[in-house]
């Protein structure tokens, strides 16, 4: 497991923590060039020397090496998952909040377990925009009513369709949405766990949790149009949402902030409470 970086600087200490989850997700595979560190700083908005301690941390745990003609690349993984889990299917459903680390944290479970990964904006990204274009909105409307009551409804149905039908074909899911209104609702968990109960299946929930500075960090990085009224809105946006909120089910909570372990150290400690490794 990766060591926590130790930086007085919590913008050097984001960087590091949004590379570090890109690196061990798979978004950034062994042998990538890493950015220049003048690239990064335009992206972050921050100087070279900040960027330059977020580089210090992941060339010390390994991540990344510095090469004579390259520069930095992303280092050549040490050893393979240490294991599979075993047992009964399971559909793991993660949840939080936009820009809170949903994606990375599913898949790198993927990773770790060899599971089905189901992203719902991979899944439903191209027809939801263009749903609501053909509605008279546009793909960055993710507050209207037109897309809350007519295209969320169908989105998420999509993606428990293709849940069901991995769940099934005894096939473990790891799924990853903000799932908002159905985290808040005891009815949908009671619901779709006796839906996966009749299949045979376990269910497990996960929450992200991340402070309103590190998901903004997030969204503003992954550049996404859906985004547009949340920048343009940061704080009409984060009035509306509770920073603390704890699903009706049980649960883990994830922490994913630049002071929080490394998400892959406590990815390994939920699935070691799983008790499904060999």
């Not at 923590?17 to 335009?42: C, F, H, Q, W, Y």
């Not at 908005?45 to 745990?61: F, I, Q, Y």
């Not at 992200?208 to 500075?213: E, G, H, K, T």
């Not at 049980?250 to 922490?255: E, R, S």
Request: net charge neutral.
């Amino acid at each position: 497991m990766t060591e926590q970086i130790s930086s007085n600087d919590p913008r050097s200490a984001q960087i590091a923590r949004e590379l570090r989850n890109d690196i061990e997700s798979g978004r950034l595979r062994p042998g990538d060039k890493m950015p220049t560190s003048r690239v990064l700083a335009d992206q972050w908005s921050v100087g070279v020397g900040t960027v330059n301690k977020a580089m210090d941390a992941l060339l010390s745990e390994g991540l990344i090496v510095s090469r004579a003609r390259s520069g930095r690349v992303v280092a050549l993984p040490g050893s393979a998952p240490a294991s599979r889990l075993v047992g009964r299917p399971r559909v793991l459903f993660v949840g939080g909040y936009a820009g809170s680390g949903k994606t990375e944290t599913g898949r790198i479970i993927a990773r770790e377990t060899g599971w089905a990964m189901l992203d719902k904006d991979t899944i439903t990204r191209s027809v939801v925009d263009t749903a609501l274009v053909q509605l008279g909105s546009t793909i960055s409307d993710r507050e209207s009513p037109t897309y809350l009551e007519v295209v969320r409804p169908a989105e998420y149905q999509c993606l428990e369709a293709a849940v069901m039908e991995n769940a099934g074909c005894a096939v473990s899911v790891v799924t990853t949405a903000p799932y908002l209104r159905e985290f808040h609702s005891p009815a949908w968990f009671e619901r779709t766990s006796a839906a996966l109960t009749g299949l045979g299946v376990e269910m497990s929930v996960v929450w992200i949790r991340c402070s309103a500075d590190s998901m903004r960090s997030y969204v503003e990085r992954r550049g996404a149009a859906r985004d547009t009224w949340k920048l343009a809105n940061w704080d009409a946006y984060i009035s509306q949402i509770d920073l603390d909120f704890t699903p009706p089910w049980p649960h883990t909570v994830i922490h994913n902030n630049p002071t929080d372990p490394p998400l892959q150290g406590q990815i390994k400690d939920f699935l070691r409470s799983l008790e499904l490794t060999r």
